[in-house]
């Protein structure tokens, strides 16, 4: 039984104003995120997507990831995508410790130089939050989410998802992870079609 929202409507996030959730709806452009990488074979399997419709994504990375794959974290970088900071060992806020949490944080941005941040699960206190935000964090979040993670979900499900939930400005997220590796492989490609088609532009998100 599926437990997260497909999409996250503008009332909510109105109410959350601290946290980005998505880009001015005027504009006719998303912000294509992708959390948990680097990831060998798959980062590369989007970068490589994205380079076919000239899209730029934001990346949100695991610093133990970049330890173990700074080869495929630097093609991020080089080939034109952002980086942002998704903790060092994807720690769930809700069941760490604020210190612990922070320290992890601050491990990753030595390796992840990037002021964009975005909690792994979506987890924050209101502690930890502003903690953030006094170091300068622009906490991201999302309105629209793939999917792509949920092993009971089909990917026919997943595209009907994104293409039923994208809207100007919408912050998307994927996961470029072993885990959401063949269900991505299926829905990225016919995705970003999608948006091509429908003459959306995927930009990197700004701090």
């Given at each position: 039984?599926?437990?997260?929202?497909?999409?996250?409507?503008?009332?909510?996030?109105?109410?959350?104003?601290?946290?980005?959730?998505?880009?001015?709806?005027?504009?006719?452009?998303?912000?294509?995120?992708?959390?948990?990488?680097?990831?060998?074979?798959?980062?590369?399997?989007?970068?490589?997507?994205?380079?076919?419709?000239?899209?730029?994504?934001?990346?949100?990375?695991?610093?133990?990831?970049?330890?173990?794959?700074?080869?495929?974290?630097?093609?991020?970088?080089?080939?034109?995508?952002?980086?942002?900071?998704?903790?060092?060992?994807?720690?769930?806020?809700?069941?760490?410790?604020?210190?612990?949490?922070?320290?992890?944080?601050?491990?990753?941005?030595?390796?992840?130089?990037?002021?964009?941040?975005?909690?792994?699960?979506?987890?924050l206190t209101p502690k930890i939050a502003n903690s953030l935000r006094k170091k300068g964090y622009q906490i991201v979040l999302?309105?629209?989410?793939?999917?792509?993670?949920?092993?009971?979900?089909?990917?026919?499900?997943?595209?009907?998802?994104?293409?039923?939930?994208?809207?100007?400005?919408?912050?998307?997220?994927?996961?470029?992870?072993?885990?959401?590796?063949?269900?991505?492989?299926?829905?990225?490609?016919?995705?970003?079609?999608?948006?091509e088609e429908n003459g959306w532009n995927s930009e990197v998100l700004e701090k």
């Amino acid at each position: 039984m599926k437990i997260y929202p497909d999409s996250i409507p503008d009332w909510f996030s109105n109410l959350l104003k601290s946290y980005h959730w998505h880009g001015d709806r005027k504009e006719k452009k998303v912000y294509l995120t992708f959390d948990d990488g680097p990831t060998p074979t798959v980062t590369e399997f989007v970068m490589s997507e994205l380079h076919k419709f000239g899209f730029e994504a934001t990346f949100f990375c695991i610093g133990e990831k970049v330890t173990k794959h700074p080869a495929v974290y630097n093609r991020i970088v080089i080939n034109g995508h952002r980086v942002g900071n998704h903790t060092h060992n994807h720690l769930d806020a809700w069941t760490s410790k604020k210190d612990t949490y922070l320290n992890n944080v601050s491990k990753c941005s030595q390796l992840v130089a990037s002021k964009l941040f975005r909690p792994p699960y979506g987890h924050l206190t209101p502690k930890i939050a502003n903690s953030l935000r006094k170091k300068g964090y622009q906490i991201v979040l999302w309105d629209v989410i793939s999917g792509d993670f949920d092993r009971k979900r089909s990917s026919v499900s997943c595209l009907k998802n994104l293409k039923k939930n994208t809207r100007n400005g919408s912050v998307v997220v994927f996961h470029d992870s072993d885990k959401a590796f063949e269900k991505l492989q299926e829905i990225l490609p016919l995705y970003l079609k999608f948006l091509e088609e429908n003459g959306w532009n995927s930009e990197v998100l700004e701090k």
